[in-house]
């Protein structure tokens, strides 16, 4: 009994992923972002540098792991009913962080030419990120 029931709690929760929505097949995912580099840019100077007294070399602060935005959506946690709360472009990008000169994996959401927020492989919104040509 001991072993049946953990056993049993891991089988229902391992296969939760059935309970998290997908966008509408007709969903509106804005404008494509041609732009995305300049607005990651941007966004890094502004919201990561602000008030360092420094800033990044410009275009060269990110370096971008894929070409091409895709189209991602983020899903609402389980408690929340699984829905979807986000849906946009995703863009996989990493910088160096200036103190430590650690390479920080982020992946900035953007949406109607504007960084929604970006999110790094530690945060819970991680999990929940979704590519629309992907099942989750």
Known sequence: MRIVVPAILLLVLADCSFMFRK?????????????????????VEDAI??????????S??????DKRPRKAYVNKGLMFGGGVGWIGYAVPFSFVDKDTREVLELV?????????????????????????????
Do not use: Q
Request: glycine share 6%; proline share 6%; with cysteine.
């Open 49 to 58: 540098w602000i008030g360092s007294g420094s800033s990044p070399t410009g």
């Open 23 to 43: 966008p509408a097949s007709d969903a509106d995912y804005g404008a494509f972002p041609e732009n995305y580099k300049e607005l990651i840019n941007t966004y």
């Open 60 to 65: 060269k602060c990110c370096t971008y792991v």
């Open 108 to 136: 900035a959401l953007i949406r109607n030419s504007r960084v929604s927020y970006v999110v790094s492989n530690s945060s819970r919104t991680w999990n929940m990120l979704h590519y629309a040509d992907r099942a989750p």
